[in-house]
């Protein structure tokens, strides 16, 4: 079945490490993207990529980064410069980014929290 | 500024007791209104995708329309599976991105 698998289901990060959040998926999708979501908050748009080797900035980069070598995965790398990472991270992907309006499909997310 | 707002935060029903949620955006050149619903520690699955005022969708006991400043999810006769959060996120053509709301957490009594 095509999907998209998230890595870790949880995960802990000590202070000053650096953690991956691993996203792949098999739909062929062109168009991948980070969220963050938090208690009584919106999804918050952290990083997007709509074709390999090219990702931009969302709403809330700051602290993150992210790759895109292949098409089908969009690793997502929280940063010791990240000062608040505790918080459900969400994957997604669509077929593409721009005029379409092909909606996002979701996976099961990874919980982030600092010990 | 672009925005999604839903509305109750939330809501409880007796099984079998119709009502309606409600997501109010203000979104410059609307390409698409988007449902979701999302389980506790799973991710949003999608529900509907409306394009102009006046369209609607079904699926089973749900119903979404769309005018031009609201969208509306209806529930018919809900069952205790229906709880869940529903999400509404709204893509403007200035830019491309989904703009989501905070959500309307829905339980469903027997």
Known sequence: ?115 | EDQVTQSPEALRLQEGESSSLNCSYTVSGLRGLFWYRQDPGKGPEFLFTLYSAGEEKEKERLKATLTKKESFLHITAPKPEDSATYLCAAKGGSQGNLIFGKGTKLSVKP
């Not at chain 1, 870790?8 to 098999?26: A, I, M």
């Not at chain 1, 997502?76 to 990472?85: D, E, I, M």
């Not at chain 1, 505790?86 to 005029?99: E, H, N, P, V």
Request: with cysteine.
């Open chain 1, 1 to 115: 079945d095509g999907g998209i698998t998230q890595s870790p289901k949880y995960l802990f990060r000590k202070e000053g490490q650096n953690v991956t959040l691993s996203c792949e998926q098999n739909l062929n999708h062109d168009a991948m993207y980070w969220y963050r979501q938090d208690p009584g908050q919106g999804l918050r748009l952290i990083y997007y990529s709509q074709i390999v080797n090219d990702f931009q900035k969302g709403d809330i980069a700051e602290g993150y980064s992210v790759s895109r070598e292949k098409k089908e995965s969009f690793p997502l790398t929280v940063t010791s410069a990240q000062k608040n990472p505790t918080a459900f991270y969400l994957c997604a992907s669509s077929k593409d980014r721009g005029i379409s309006n092909q909606p996002q499909h979701f996976g099961d997310g990874t919980r982030l929290s600092i010990l």
